[in-house]
């Protein structure tokens, strides 16, 4: 795929905190107990201030993604919040974000087909945010099967809230 067709944001890997900030300042898209789903659309640019100027000085950085995954010429960018006080243990936050991402990759066909993402809007900023802790008794270990099992089925429903929302979900440009 030609690199002239691909906005700015697809070319290098790296998401700036004020991309979580703007995707987390969005109202959620989906929710379930434990997970909310956030979407933004990013802005192509974002200024910041030289250490000698002040911040109402010219410049500006691109904005560019972490985790992405590419559909056609669009571009998925994914945050991941999965905080120590949520999942105390490093083993069950590397399951969530596991389990996390390869979900995100293999629906994003199915989100785009939602019309999360079109020819006017190529590049969108997902955030899926863990908002409450897995209860540890209710799990063996911190990498159990089942605790595996429920991470995904849980964040499977959210999926799910994405693509039934779609084109009527609440998003940035929508006024719906």
Known sequence: MPSSLLSPLALKPKLASPDFQQALGTRPVARTAHFAVHFAVPSLQRKHPAKDQLSTGEGGEAVEPVDEVRTHLRVWRLGLVVPKKMARRSVTRQLIKRQARELFRLHAPALEAAG??????????????????????????????????AVRDELLAVLEQCIRGGKGARRPGNKA
Do not use: I
């Open 116 to 149: 999360w993402l079109h020819d006017a809007q190529p590049v969108g900023d997902w955030v899926v945010r863990l908002k409450a802790p897995y209860a540890k008794a209710d799990w063996p270990s911190a990498a159990s099967d089942l605790l595996k099992t």
